[in-house]
């Protein structure tokens, strides 16, 4: 069975080219992956598109390509909407026409985090900034365009591959630097690897639909830190601040977490949130 993967130089995709099969996966991105051979393809570009889909004609299609500058998509919404709501309906389209079922990653950014109790798939959306509107626009579209398909919208990602909240907040550890992180922003803190394994364990279910695709459980940034901190055994300076001293571009939700029952119900073995992190952590020692 083969698979295509967009966004194949993203940080997700990464570890979902790891977790499966890798002679299955064929890569396409804007630019190439590694020495990989890789099929460059703009998802904005419904020909160029189509044209990869006629050549690889996959069964599955993995779309892990996104504008995820979440303060840059207040700056160019266009991009934003063209990379992240018409890119992955050219993607469904062609999933149509040659017969491919989709697996399409959304965020939890969709939510305005104006409540107190995870997120679940049957909670309307409505974003605050233009990087969740414009992702809700594609999980629109990609519903609209296609049956059969797999909405897994996801949280707070970290993996090997990119610089993000784990790795930045290890860096400034290491460097002893003094921490201040909000203690008022909650979310579902998810490793790509386990993110890798919820697509692996859901795209032959049939069970098309929208999921919540996080590892178990919540937490503050200010918590999450502690944690980094604790499971990597480096002490250091962490404080807790409130979010509306960052003074970000973009409104972020303050509660975003989301509950996973319904995909843990076809997933076996999806980790807490914590036991994520220490799988990270684990996975970056072994590496040395
Ligand atoms: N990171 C998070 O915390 C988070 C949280 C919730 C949901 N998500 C969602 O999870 C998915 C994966 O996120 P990620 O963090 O792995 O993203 P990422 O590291 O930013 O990777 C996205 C990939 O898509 C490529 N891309 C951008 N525009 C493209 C285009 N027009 N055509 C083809 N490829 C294009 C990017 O190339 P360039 O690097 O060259 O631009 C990059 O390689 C995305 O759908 C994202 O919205 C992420």
Redesign the pocket.
């Known amino acids: 069975m083969r698979i295509l993967l967009?966004?194949?130089?993203?940080?997700?995709?990464?570890d979902i080219i790891k977790v499966f099969d890798r002679d299955q996966v064929v890569l396409?991105?804007?630019?190439p992956?590694g020495d990989k051979t890789t099929f460059l393809?703009?998802?904005?570009?419904p020909g160029e598109v189509r044209e990869l889909m006629h050549k690889v004609r996959p069964a599955l299609v993995i779309?892990?390509?996104?504008?995820?500058?979440v303060d840059g998509c207040e700056d160019d919404v266009d991009l934003a909407y063209?990379?992240?709501a018409k890119?992955p309906e050219n993607i469904a389209l062609a999933c149509k026409e040659y017969r491919a079922k989709m697996v399409?990653?959304?965020?939890?950014?969709i939510f305005d985090g104006e409540t107190t109790i995870p997120y679940n798939e049957t909670d309307l959306p409505s974003a605050s900034g233009m990087?969740g509107k414009s992702?809700l626009a594609g999980e629109i579209f990609v519903a609209q365009a296609l049956k059969e398909r797999y909405i897994l919208?996801?949280?707070?990602?970290?993996?090997a591959?990119?610089d993000?909240?784990v790795s930045k907040i290890m860096c400034r550890l290491k460097n002893k630097e003094k921490i201040t992180v909000p203690d008022d922003m909650y979310g579902s803190p998810?490793w790509?690897v386990e993110?890798a394994r919820m697509i692996k364990g859901i795209y032959r279910t049939h069970k098309f639909g929208t999921y919540h695709a996080v590892n178990t459980g919540y937490c503050s940034r200010f918590e999450w830190a502690l944690k980094i901190a604790e499971f990597s055994g480096i002490s250091g300076d962490i404080q807790p601040i409130k979010s509306e001293t960052l003074k970000t571009k973009a409104k972020r939700p303050l509660f975003s977490a989301m509950d996973n029952e319904k995909i843990r119900a076809l997933v076996p073995g999806i980790l807490s949130w914590e036991d994520g992190l220490k799988g990270f952590l684990n996975e970056q020692k072994e590496k040395k």
């Open positions: 967009f966004g194949a130089g993203g940080m997700l995709a990464h396409s991105d804007l630019k992956v393809t703009d998802i904005t570009n779309n892990a390509s996104a504008y995820t500058d063209t990379v992240n890119g399409h990653i959304s965020t939890d950014y990087y992702k919208r996801t949280a707070l990602l970290y993996g591959n990119r993000n909240f998810t790509t993110l």
